[in-house]
């Protein structure tokens, strides 16, 4: 969520703490649920419900507070053409996050024109060596590839 957040800090706030931007100069998220009305479809509901406060059905209609909760609790409505870069990594064969999510964040950066990278490990399942591990139990090279994704994106 803190990647597609403003993130600015409130100057007037008297604080100086507060009055800092925290906004991020790039991401690199595993595994992640991006929205969580599509996620509880997949998971059945329990976990976003718990996180949200709130459960949907599916006959819940749009303009009701239960399925505004979920979009406001949601990374992927907030995306916008400021964001940060975003590096993906996502199981094939996870069945906590459906790869679906990543792949709709992907396509969600995209259409913004943020850069997004999304890594799709084979055989990957969810938390599962750091939720990277392909079915030969190598994630080294995945770390790699994140130390590389941050040192690339300073701001």
């Given at each position: 969520?803190?990647?597609?957040?403003?993130?600015?800090?409130?100057?007037?706030?008297?604080?100086?703490?507060?009055?800092?931007?925290?906004?991020?100069?790039?991401?690199?998220?595993?595994?992640?649920?991006?929205?969580?009305?599509?996620q509880r479809?997949?998971?059945?509901?329990?976990?976003?419900?718990?996180?949200?406060?709130?459960?949907?059905?599916?006959?819940?209609?749009?303009?009701?507070?239960?399925?505004?909760?979920?979009?406001?609790?949601?990374?992927?409505?907030?995306?916008?053409?400021?964001?940060?870069?975003?590096?993906?990594?996502?199981?094939?064969?996870?069945?906590?996050?459906?790869?679906?999510?990543?792949?709709?964040?992907?396509?969600?950066?995209?259409?913004?024109?943020?850069?997004?990278?999304?890594?799709?490990?084979?055989?990957?399942?969810?938390?599962r060596?750091?939720?990277?591990?392909?079915?030969?139990?190598?994630?080294?090279?995945?770390?790699?590839?994140?130390?590389?994704?941050?040192?690339?994106?300073?701001?």
């Amino acid at each position: 969520m803190l990647g597609t957040l403003d993130g600015g800090g409130d100057r007037t706030d008297p604080d100086p703490i507060n009055r800092l931007s925290a906004k991020v100069n790039a991401v690199v998220a595993l595994m992640t649920p991006f929205d969580l009305a599509r996620q509880r479809e997949h998971s059945g509901g329990v976990p976003e419900a718990l996180f949200v406060g709130a459960s949907l059905d599916p006959y819940t209609s749009p303009t009701e507070v239960e399925r505004r909760r979920y979009a406001a609790a949601s990374p992927i409505i907030y995306v916008t053409a400021d964001d940060p870069p975003f590096l993906l990594f996502h199981g094939d064969k996870d069945a906590a996050v459906s790869d679906e999510q990543s792949r709709a964040m992907a396509a969600a950066l995209d259409k913004a024109g943020v850069e997004a990278k999304l890594v799709v490990i084979s055989g990957g399942a969810h938390g599962r060596n750091f939720g990277l591990a392909s079915a030969d139990d190598r994630p080294a090279g995945y770390f790699v590839m994140i130390t590389q994704w941050f040192a690339e994106h300073p701001k």
